[in-house]
């Protein structure tokens, strides 16, 4: 089957594209459907956004869409950034203004307290039609330096304390098995293949 992805982000894009190798799923790019916009993430919730971007793409593209929406949730900044995280330093921020602002967020809370938590939520439309929400958790530590060059957004100081590493210094066979977005889409691939070959066939 087709499967078209709700994102513009190269870095995700990538990331879903590896996870789905070899299942016979084929991959597209919402950047294909040149009338399709941006979809405002205007909700509270990643469940919320992820439904909207998947629903609206989904209607407008006529092909069973997935999407999603994840970030990060700093317990002691209150679930900061949560579903600002890619806009955490404003509407135009990029990866390091987003992280800086975090640091500075949290310089004085202490080792023991800077825990986070990565949430992924995606959501697999059909045009008009149902839809499914899958979920996705990664539990870790806010370090007070970046380390490492791999992965995208705040993974570079974002711990993961079982291998003493960021997602940032971890491989990406490590990263994709462990992450909050792998374990959502396993759930998806999961759901595909218990699925009839005709259930999300384009009619």
Known sequence: MDLLLATRNPGKLHE???????????VRSVSE??????????GDTFEANARK????????SGLPTLADDSGLQVKELRGLPGVRSSRYAGESASDADNTRKLLAAMEHIPFPRRRAAFCCVMALCR????CHLFHGHLEGII????????????DPVFLVAEYGKTLAELGTDIKNRISHRGQALRQVVDFLRCLPPATFAVK
């Open 127 to 130: 045009p008009r039609g149902e």
């Open 53 to 60: 971007k998947a629903q609206t793409v989904a209607d407008l």
């Open 16 to 26: 879903i594209e590896l996870l789905l190798a070899g299942t016979g799923i084929r």
């Open 143 to 154: 370090l007070e330096k970046q380390r490492g060059s791999g992965g995208f957004g705040y």
């Open 33 to 42: 459907f040149s009338h399709i916009p941006e979809i405002e993430e205007d």
